[in-house]
Nanobody, 126 residues
């Protein structure tokens, strides 16, 4: 069966960095656009970033632009989210997800993703 497993979360001070990874199994990663979403305490789920199948197109949520980058290694079936200049408001559970749709306009919508990981906690202290 399909599994997406996030790792790399943890506790970091404001201004620090973390690199999240998403390891996929049970699917051919190159057939999916991949996204990262997050849900902070008392907040709605939020789009963080998405990357096209080949990795040549990326999108970011406004709150993380210029601080986060997304990358993928289809040969290793992994996706990464590099988070720099972290802020306390970045505290959330981060989820990776796989999207089979080709239209990039759908990648911002969590409801269009077919598979989800269990999430990894990121806590940024002030």
């Amino acid at each position: 069966q399909v599994q997406l497993v996030e790792s790399g979360g943890g506790l970091v001070q404001a201004g620090g960095s973390l690199r999240l990874s998403c390891a996929a199994s049970g699917l051919t990663l190159s057939m999916y656009a991949m996204g990262w979403f997050r849900k902070g305490p008392g907040k709605a789920r939020e789009f963080v970033a998405a990357i096209s199948r080949s990795g040549d197109t990326v999108y970011f949520g406004d709150s993380v632009k210029g601080r986060f980058t997304i990358s993928r290694d289809n040969a290793k079936n992994t996706v990464h989210l590099q988070m720099n200049s972290l802020k306390p408001e970045d505290t959330a559970v981060y989820y990776c997800a796989a999207n089979s749709r080709y239209s990039s306009s759908t990648w911002f919508n969590a409801d269009t993703y077919a598979y989800w990981g269990q999430g990894t906690q990121v806590t940024v202290s002030s």
